[in-house]
């Protein structure tokens, strides 16, 4: 059984009500909801709990770790950003939503600015599917309508990914590089752009589809992880200068 843990700063819902009208529970539980629904083993973590409840014996047990964030990035603690970095080239998978991107790990794993175009007005989105044969896709048509969204837009200041699955388009005429993946490590990271703390995205079953076959996408391979440093040599080695 997948083991997942859901990051989330827990801060939009507990300081808006209109936020707290959409999330009661939180954008991470509604999140545990759907996942717990498809058969993975779910926790929870936000920023306020002890060490971000990311210690690192829930780390260890996890085996793809959901980040959302949003209006404090600035207050996660560098170590836990290190231990969560520590992780995934390890081999634990990451899938960073909508403003995650720019959270200090994604930065962290990105190298970039990682910044955007935004606009918040309320716009139609429409994601069309770039990849249909891909994992992350399955189950999806063409595309996913979505009625009211932030607009998030190009240029995007990230490293070329190694696969594109998704576009958005907007309403207002922008487009996005919407679904992204990386490999860092051992590690595997799903970048999905929907999810704006102010309009029910999460609610949405083709948006949940994608996330739970993003963290399914993201799962470890079961292969150690490589010993690195000094190496000794496999076969005799016949002589040979010294190169100084």
């Known amino acids: 059984m997948t083991r997942v843990t859901v990051w989330n700063e827990y801060r939009h819902e507990l300081q808006e009500e ?48 959901i980040w959302w964030g949003h209006m404090a990035h600035g207050e996660v603690s560098d170590e836990i950003v290190n231990r969560v970095h520590d992780r995934v080239l390890k081999g634990m998978g990451l899938v960073v ?13 990105m190298g970039t600015s990682c910044d955007l175009k935004w606009r918040d007005a309320g716009e139609k989105e429409r994601i069309w599917v770039m990849n249909p044969s891909h994992p992350i896709a399955e189950g ?37 590089p919407s679904g992204l993946t990386y490999r860092r490590g051992s590690g595997k990271i799903f970048y999905f752009q929907p999810g704006h703390e102010a309009y029910p995205i999460y609610y949405h079953p083709d948006i949940q589809r994608v996330i739970v076959n993003g963290v399914r996408w993201c799962e470890p391979t079961p292969r150690a992880y490589p010993v690195y440093g000094h ?14």
């Open 97 to 109: 939503l909508h403003s995650g991107h720019m959270s200090k790990i994604f930065m962290k794993l």
């Open 18 to 65: 209109r936020i707290r009208e959409i999330y009661p529970a939180g954008i991470h539980n509604q999140i545990a909801s759907f996942l717990i629904a498809a058969g993975m083993e779910v926790g929870t973590a936000t920023l306020d709990e002890p060490e971000h409840g990311l210690t690192q014996e829930v780390l260890d047990r996890t085996d793809v770790l």
């Open 231 to 244: 190496s000794e040599a496999l076969e005799p080695i016949k002589g040979g200068a010294v190169l100084l």
């Open 140 to 176: 999806i048509g063409e595309y996913i309508d979505l009625e009211r969204e932030e607009m998030y837009g190009t240029h995007f200041d990230v490293p070329a990914p190694d696969e594109q699955i998704f576009v958005g388009w907007f309403e207002g005429g922008n487009v996005f």
